[in-house]
């Protein structure tokens, strides 16, 4: 059976086409520039990459495109072919403990949470939408960044503000990224042969979190109310004292809105560095001694051998540690210099073993007291294995 994952931006479309259960993806790319000039998009078909520049007013074109790419490559012979389509979500609120058919109700929810996620859910929407107008036999699923984490207790995912905060305003802990760390978690799982286990997940590309579990369940996690909590990242600030806010607020001449880009848009490695969001940038800066982006690095270091050390006590131990994501599949020194900090846990580095990028393989020296592995992720795949179950 096919099945579609399907990952809708405000102005991008991103796609990948599995065969299941094999769990084999046929093709996979993006639509780019959606309702702006240049569109273009891309697809990786066979180990090949194929771009083409045309004019793509909307979602809905970008979906007849795609059918069109499909016959044409002879992946599909008719449309029926695709039984379901998968739509990544980031905010399911306290409302989804796990993926739901994107039925009219669970629409209307998701509708009602953008508030929560404005930047997300909005364009979430829109891809739902045109999918159902194109894939009209298809069952259409809806696959939740916050699903994994609606475990957390509420000691954990309440903030100490008034009770109302979250009674009337849903003020609380919600938690990104939960699809690739149950994907990861899942992996490592396998590779250590054991189900209850105690692991920390690092999610850290351009958005980065961390995830505490246990036997399978989220029990913290880094990020929070939105996904600018927790880390460092590569434009995000992450966590702050709440009154810098107010305080940037009261004295100087800046609006809620630009302050809310800059928190998001202008912070992190891009704010301290003052040179690049990129982790790769920074590594360049680096090298050639650029005093800011040594601190930088410093300081994303530090916030993610925090999170490491606070999860390993929270969890009371810990089964094995696990890097994925841009930076954490690919950066051979950002691991090595996390991995280095966490000695005091008997944590050691096998540097050969680290010099791989986006391979699946232990990095820790076999006397390490914790192993830890780089695990690529694939959230792609998990929206559409929740889909064919729910097909299914
Ligand atoms: P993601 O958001 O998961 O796509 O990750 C994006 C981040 O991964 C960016 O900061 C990239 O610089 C980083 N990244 C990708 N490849 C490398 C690499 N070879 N070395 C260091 N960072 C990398």
């Not at 771009?51 to 008719?78: M, P, R, T, V, Y």
Request: aromatic letters at 8%; one cysteine or more.
């Amino acid at each position: 059976m096919k099945v579609l994952s399907v990952n809708a931006g405000s102005s991008s479309l991103k796609f990948s086409l599995f065969e299941m259960p094999e769990e084999k993806e046929l093709i996979c790319g993006v639509f780019e520039r959606i309702g702006i000039d240049n569109s273009f998009y891309s697809l990786k078909l066979n180990d090949q990459k194929i771009k083409k520049e045309i004019s793509l007013a909307d979602h809905k074109i970008a979906f007849e495109i795609l059918i069109n790419e499909l016959i044409n490559n002879n992946i599909i012979s008719s449309l029926d072919e695709i039984k379901g389509i998968g739509h990544r979500v980031v905010q399911g609120g306290a409302y989804f403990k796990q993926s739901a058919l994107a039925s009219p109700d669970n629409m209307r929810i998701i509708e009602e949470l953008a508030s929560l996620a404005p930047l997300h859910n909005p364009p979430a929407i829109t891809g739902v939408k045109a999918a159902m107008e194109v894939f009209k036999n298809a069952t259409q699923t809806l696959v939740f960044d916050t699903a994994f984490h609606q475990t957390i207790k509420k000691e954990n995912f309440l903030y100490s503000v008034p009770y109302k905060w979250y009674t009337d305003f849903g003020v609380r802990k919600y938690g990104f990224h939960g699809t690739s760390h149950k994907y990861v978690y899942s992996k490592v799982n396998k590779l250590i042969g054991n189900d209850d286990t105690k692991v920390i997940t690092c999610h850290i590309g351009n958005g980065a979190s961390i995830t505490a579990i246990k036997n399978g369940k989220s029990i913290n996690t880094s990020m929070g109310f939105t996904p600018n909590a927790g880390l460092m990242m590569g434009t995000r600030s992450g966590d702050i004292d709440p009154t810098i806010i107010t305080y940037m607020l009261k004295n100087k001449t800046m609006t809620v809105e630009e302050l809310e880009n800059v928190l998001n848009k202008e912070s992190g490695f891009l704010g301290i560095s003052e040179f690049s969001s990129d982790s790769r940038d920074i590594e360049d800066g680096i090298e050639s001694g650029n005093e800011k982006c040594i601190l930088a690095q410093e300081m994303y270091v530090k916030r993610i051998v925090n999170y490491i050390a606070k999860y390993y006590v929270e969890l009371g131990g810990c089964d094995a540690i696990v890097f994925t994501a841009g930076i954490g599949e690919n950066s051979i020194k950002t691991r090595a210099d996390v991995i280095n900090k966490l000695y005091a846990l008997g944590i050691k580095l096998d540097k050969e073993q680290n010099n791989v990028r986006g391979e699946e393989r232990l990095i820790s020296t076999i006397d390490s007291k914790i192993p830890v592995y780089v695990i690529p992720t694939n959230e792609e795949l998990i929206i559409a294995s929740d889909t064919y179950a729910m097909i299914k």
